[in-house]
């Protein structure tokens, strides 16, 4: 007796061990370390943190991006999940970081202009080196099935007869969808009654069961299913050209809503602020390498990755920009 | 998707080797913790939650069902032996079960309760199946003012119905939708009570609130008892119920499997009540009543099946509506957010594959319980022996380990270590954590659903009542107000005349049970329940086993009977 109890001790410790040891590996840091001669980067293994959770565009996006780099520059890189605090822990952590290109990020116009303007966290934009535009993810506003609005004139027409009575949703309060329809109201007059949700999910379903008249969302690939399927009728998208993957939907743009080209999602690679400009560049000519593989193209969603490469200097440029635009409303 | 396609797809997934070998992991640790009286499902799925995020959605989802359903055919096996039930859902077990021990007849009543479970198990997951996509679809339907009334629902039914101390329960759940609001606004996007904190901008993590109050306060609550052997006294002989148990104890297994059902659905409802339910209708329907709590099988086998019933249906309000039903899964839906999965009537649709693999797995896991427990009865009951001391230090290793590995977040190992105390202080004071966590998790959101039914109506109240499925659902609420305080009444009256035992008894324990996943009552209030109330409603012979028993389990002042 006292013998198969011990040993259903040892069993159950052992399973107990072996659960704990699972999850330890995902978890481990590397170290970026300081110092090492920047013409021979890089010479050590390689930090990419990503500001939000695994398993979604920007964990996806991250490790595709990483694996690449990895190969091409012959580095280990490390991809680690630091969610929290609207991106603010993990860009917390970049900018602390030695800028010595071991210690990189995953940044959006939302961790780099909308949380640090919206709260105190102690960093802005400049206190990052961009490097490039990972991909792209634009926004749509779309409709039910069988709404009423069949096209954009249709919608437009609807919420000028008669204002605030049309809702729209966004993926969330502090989203760049949030704010586009804020300034659809405040520099176009249009007036919507924004009903902000949590994420693509929800605002899927209030729309599909009529809960909502149209969504402001993040065309990601559960969202670009549904416009395949018909569930969803997409009748404007948030870039300044017309998408190549949906050429009959017009733009902001082009309906005469001037500037509201900010709702979509940027996915950058930066580094701390300071990185040298050497380092600057291999990051930047490696990741455009990476972006022209038709196997990186089909992990990240062909329709996501720009047609033309976007480097440390566009990437900024879309940063400042939205600063620009954000800093009146929010600031 | 047809039906048939799906569970072809489903099984194509379950019985994938990992998936596989989740099943059988996950319902044995679910049978250990079943037995082990001081770990019940909901502490151990606390403690295993993070593990879950390297694995799998699906698999995550399939050993956690495991486990949850793995647990209520353990909990039978020390109630009949020991009178000591592992967990919550097996209290009632204890009333005729340890009495066909104390007759000789404990192998035909753990056989019953294995066959009734099976049963259970298995008529639940083909309810699922037919009922819950069409559900899915009316969800869809569903707009933020039902999604308030369904939430509502849940948290007054968790507060209200089957706890001892409705004033406690409803001043945890107060305190969980007010833990709720710390963290970002969903509506306005401003920060509220994060004191500067960047770690507390998203709120509290969830993982590591509920493991905190149900995991470490748990360990610490258990460390604090003296550990005390268990022996067995009852020899198992010949498991396989006769042609006349069977006989007796179809019905209530075919009762039982129908009831468990059905209160699984409802929100708060579980293992615990559906047992109770059963119990109470299986003695109503006897010829001759006084037989229960002597040791009758259908005292036995209904309430197992329904308990195990209960468990599999609980998933439908999850997987179809994305709104936990009880504790146990309030918890699985954390490991599936934590994966990047928020269930909602969409899930079905877009992620077959979770939806059809869990329910093929729980068949196959049902089927593995049966194997697994009518030979291996003997060798559980032996990991009663496993010192207490040496399981809390592993468990909380695992506990720190895991939370760290959720966000990477060293802050989330202070609130685990906060709220383990917390836990325990609650657990000592008779408050119970499991209103508390569920109105957390509901409370976030009962109230992004309520600004949002505000802001589409335009600030109307009457949107609430004017719209037949949210209207509906307040009135549900208005009739279980009044139900609960005319059955308190009746009960004071009763209570002050001399009353007939046997029912005084069953409304008693009726009320006193705990909500599903209470581990705070799993010992104290439990075994108390079981030791006054088999004695009282039977021979009233059992009182020394059962006084030994509730004194080793129980370390805190007990809860009042009031």
């Known amino acids: 007796m006292r013998i198969s109890a011990g040993l259903a001790g040892v069993a159950l410790i052992g399973l107990v061990a072996a659960c704990g040891g699972e999850d330890g590996g995902g978890g481990t840091a590397a170290e970026g370390g300081g110092g090492g001669d920047a013409s021979s980067y890089p010479t050590e293994s390689i930090r990419m943190i990503v500001p939000y959770g695994a398993g979604g565009p920007t964990d996806l996006t991250t490790r595709t991006v990483g694996a690449c780099i990895e190969e091409e520059l012959g580095q280990t890189v490390v991809v680690e999940n630091l969610p929290g605090g609207s991106g603010a822990l993990a860009t917390t952590e970049l900018v602390a970081a030695e800028p010595d290109g071991y210690t990189l990020s995953l940044v959006t116009a939302g961790t780099m202009v909308l949380t640090p303007l919206a709260n105190e966290v102690g960093y802005t934009k400049d206190d990052i080196t961009p490097v490039g535009v990972m991909t792209e993810v634009p926004s749509v506003l779309a409709v039910g099935e069988n709404s009423p609005y069949a096209t954009a004139e249709d919608f437009f027409a609807a919420v000028e007869a008669q204002p605030g009575t049309v809702t729209v949703g966004t993926p969330g309060a502090s989203t760049p969808q949030a704010i586009e329809l804020q300034r659809l109201a405040e520099e176009h007059g249009v007036q919507v009654t924004a009903v902000p949700f949590n994420g693509n999910a929800e605002m899927t379903t209030a729309l599909l069961g009529g809960n909502v008249d149209a969504v402001l969302i993040n065309a990601s690939s559960d969202v670009v299913q549904n416009i395949e399927s018909g569930a969803f009728v997409p009748l404007v998208a948030s870039p300044e050209e017309r998408l190549s993957w949906l050429p009959d939907t017009p733009t902001f743009t082009e309906l005469g809503y001037d500037g509201l080209t900010l709702s979509g999602s940027t996915f950058g690679l930066a580094g701390p602020a300071g990185l040298p400009d050497d380092v600057v560049s291999t990051l930047e000519d490696t990741l455009q390498t990476c972006l022209d593989k038709p196997e990186v193209q089909q992990t990240l969603g062909e329709e996501y990755v720009l047609e033309e490469f976007a480097g440390a200097e566009e990437l900024g440029g879309v940063l400042d920009r939205t600063q620009e635009v954000y800093e009146p409303i929010l600031g | ?562």
């Open chain 2, 1 to 562: 998707m047809g039906i048939l396609e799906g569970i072809g797809q489903g099984f194509s997934v379950a019985l994938d080797p990992t998936n596989l070998l989740y099943v059988f992991i996950g319902v044995l640790i679910g049978t250990v913790i079943g037995v082990l009286p001081g770990l019940g499902p909901t502490a151990t799925i606390a403690l295993l939650l993070p593990i879950t995020y390297e694995i799998e959605p699906v698999t995550a989802v399939i050993l956690l069902a495991g486990i949850y359903y793995g647990s209520m055919y353990g909990g039978t096996i020390t109630s009949v032996l020991l009178q000591l039930p592992g967990e919550a859902a097996s209290v009632v077990t204890t009333f005729d079960g340890y009495q066909m021990a104390k007759q000789g007849r404990a192998g035909p009543a753990l056989g019953i309760a294995a066959i009734g479970s099976w049963v259970g198990g298995t008529v639940s997951v083909i309810g699922l199946v037919l009922l819950a996509p069409p559900l899915a679809d009316l969800a869809v339907e569903f707009g933020s003012q039902e999604y308030v009334a369904l939430t509502a629902l849940g948290i007054l039914l968790v507060t209200y119905l089957g706890t001892r101390h409705p004033v406690k329960s409803l001043s945890m759940a107060a305190l969980g939708l007010l833990l709720a609001t710390v963290g970002q606004d969903l509506i306005t996007g401003t920060n509220r009570f994060t004191f500067g904190s960047i770690s507390l901008f998203d709120g509290f993590d969830f993982v590591a609130v509920a493991m905190g109050l149900f995991g470490v306060g748990e360990i610490l609550y258990n460390v604090e008892k003296t550990e005390k052997a268990q022996a067995l006294k009852s020899k198992i002989s010949n498991i396989w119920p006769s042609r006349k148990d069977l006989r007796d104890s179809s019905g209530a297994i075919a009762r039982g499997s129908v009831m468990g059902f059905f209160i699984g659905v409802l929100p708060g409802g579980g293992g615990v009540i559906s047992s109770l339910a059963s119990y109470a209708t299986e003695k109503r329907r006897a010829k001759d009543p006084t037989r229960f709590g002597k040791g009758a099988i259908e005292g036995v086998a209904g309430p197992e099946t329904a308990n195990n019933a209960s468990s599999t249906s609980a998933f439908i309000p999850l997987l179809t509506l994305g709104i936990p039903p009880n504790v146990v899964l309030a918890l699985i839906f954390g490991a599936l957010l934590i994966q990047g999965i928020t269930p909602g009537p969409q899930l079905i649709d877009q992620q077959p594959e979770i939806f059809w693999g869990v329910i093929a797995s729980m068949a196959i896991g049902n089927l593995m319980l049966l194997i697994l427990n009518i030979p291996l009865v003997g060798f559980f009951v032996q990991l009663l022996r496993v010192r207490a001391g040496i399981l809390a230090a592993f468990a909380l290793l695992v506990t720190m380990a895991g939370v760290f590995s959720v966000n990477n977040d060293i802050f989330d190992m202070w609130v685990v270590l906060v709220f383990g105390v917390i836990g325990w202080l609650m657990k000592k004071t008779g408050f119970e954590p499991g209103p508390l966590v569920l109105a957390f998790v509901l409370g976030a959101i009962l109230e992004s659903n309520f600004r949002r039914s505000m802001l589409i109506s335009g600030g109307e109240f009457s949107t609430f009542f004017t719209r037949p499925m949210s209207g509906t659902l307040f009135a549900l609420m208005a009739l279980v107000i009044i139900w609960s305080t005319v059955q308190g009444i009746r009960r004071r009256r009763r209570r002050s005349r001399p009353s007939t035992p046997g029912e005084e008894d069953l409304a008693a324990t009726g009320t006193t049970a705990e909500p599903e996943g209470t581990p705070g009552a799993e010992n104290t209030d439990d075994t108390e329940g079981a030791t006054t109330g088999a004695p009282r409603d039977g021979s009233g012979s059992t009182g020394a086993t059962g006084s030994t028993a509730s004194g080793a389990q129980d370390g805190g002042p007990g809860p009042d009977r009031g």
